[in-house]
C-alpha cells in the first residue's frame, strides 16, 4: 500500500515546478539540491507516475506533474487557511464559518451583510471566497464550505437552500449608443447589436444563450472577458453591449460613464440563495450566519427593475 501524500512533499514539489530547476527549488527550501532529488523521486515513486521531464535546461512537469501541481496548490493554500484559522481561536475567536459565494454575488451586497455581521460577532470568524457556482455546490456536498451563497438556477438538490437577495439585468453601453435613451429593453431588441461576452460558459452567459436561441438568433459577442469590471470599461468605450446585473455595475462602473437600461423580460430578475449541507451538518456558526443574511434578505428590496441612468458622470 502506498504512503499517503504529506505536505512537506507537496511544498517540495511546488517549488521545483515554480523554480524549474532542482538547485534553485533546493536554495529556495534551505535544502541541499540532490537531498531535494531524493524527495521527488520518492514522491514520483509513491505516485507511481513520472512527474517531472528533466533536461539539461531544467526540469518541467509531465501531464501528471501539471495535475499534482494544481492540487498541490490548492492543498497547501487551504492549510494555510486551517492554520490562520486555528490561530484565531488562541486570540479569542469562538466559532469560524467558510463562505463561497459567485462572483456576481461577491460584487454585490454580500461582503458588506458580512461586514455587518461580524461587528455584531466579534468573536466569530468568516473567509470568504470566491468560486463558480458549479465548484460550490460540490465543496458543500464535499464539506470543504460551511455555506454557499449563488443563483439558484445552480443544481442544489440535496442541498438546503434559503432565500437570499435578488438583482435584475440590465443591459450597460456607452451614453450616446442609439439604445441608450430607453426606458427598459428586450433582451430581443439587443441581438442585432455587437455585444461583450462576460465569463464564456457560466450560468449568465448559459442563461443569455439559451434566451438568444428561443429567439432564433445568437448573442453577436465582439469581446469575451472574464469579469464585469472589464466589460463596464469595454462597454463604457464605446465596442458593445454588456448583459450585467445593475446593482454590481454601479460599483464595477463607478470610475465609467456608463448607461445602464434595465432588461424587461422575466427573467430578468436574477434570485440569490444562501445552501448548505442538511440541518444536522451544519454548525452553529453556520447557521447564525445563514439566519443574519436570511433577515438581511427579508429586509431588502427585492431585485426590481433600475431605472435607465448614466453613473460616473463628472
Not at 470566491?130 to 465548484?135: A, I, K
Not at 448583459?243 to 464595477?252: C, I, K, T, W, Y
Request: hydrophobic share 45%; charged share 20%.
Amino acid at each position: 500500500m502506498s504512503r499517503p501524500l504529506n505536505s512537506i512533499s507537496l511544498q517540495h514539489f511546488v517549488a521545483v515546478c515554480e523554480e524549474g530547476s532542482i538547485s534553485r527549488a533546493a536554495s529556495r527550501e534551505a535544502m541541499v539540491a540532490s537531498a531535494l532529488s531524493k524527495r521527488i523521486a520518492a514522491l514520483e515513486q509513491e505516485v507511481g507516475v513520472p512527474l517531472l521531464v528533466r533536461s539539461r535546461r531544467g526540469v518541467q512537469p509531465t501531464p501528471a506533474g501539471e495535475a499534482l501541481l494544481a492540487r498541490s496548490r490548492e492543498i497547501l493554500a487551504a492549510l494555510d487557511q486551517a492554520r490562520a484559522e486555528i490561530n484565531a481561536f488562541g486570540q479569542g475567536v469562538q466559532g469560524s464559518v467558510r463562505v463561497l459565494a459567485s462572483p456576481s454575488v461577491l460584487s454585490e451586497h454580500l461582503p458588506d451583510d458580512i461586514g455587518r455581521f461580524l461587528k455584531q460577532n466579534p468573536a466569530l470568524r468568516v473567509s470568504l471566497d470566491e468560486r463558480l457556482s458549479p465548484h460550490i455546490v460540490r465543496c458543500l456536498h464535499e464539506g470543504a464550505a460551511d455555506l454557499g451563497v449563488l443563483w439558484d438556477r445552480a443544481d442544489l438538490a440535496g442541498l438546503h437552500a434559503v432565500p437570499y437577495r435578488s438583482d435584475h439585468l440590465s443591459v450597460a453601453m456607452a451614453p450616446d449608443h442609439p439604445l441608450a435613451g430607453k426606458p427598459s429593453l428586450r433582451y430581443a431588441d439587443t441581438l442585432d447589436q455587437i455585444s461583450i461576452g462576460v465569463a464564456s460558459g457560466g450560468l449568465m452567459d448559459q442563461l443569455l444563450r439559451r434566451q438568444a436561441a428561443l429567439l432564433g438568433s445568437l448573442p453577436l459577442h465582439r469581446v469575451q472577458v472574464s469579469n464585469m469590471d472589464a466589460a463596464c470599461r469595454i462597454a463604457a468605450a464605446g465596442l458593445g453591449l454588456a448583459v450585467l446585473p445593475h446593482e454590481a455595475a454601479v460599483s464595477h462602473a463607478s470610475a465609467a460613464c456608463l448607461a445602464l437600461v434595465p432588461l424587461s423580460d422575466p427573467w430578468a430578475v436574477r434570485r440569490f440563495v444562501i445552501a448548505s449541507r442538511p440541518e444536522p451538518l451544519r454548525s452553529a456558526s453556520a447557521r447564525l450566519l445563514s439566519k443574519y443574511l436570511q433577515t438581511v434578505a427579508l429586509t431588502a428590496k427585492p431585485g426590481e427593475p433600475a431605472p435607465p441612468e448614466t453613473v460616473g458622470k463628472g
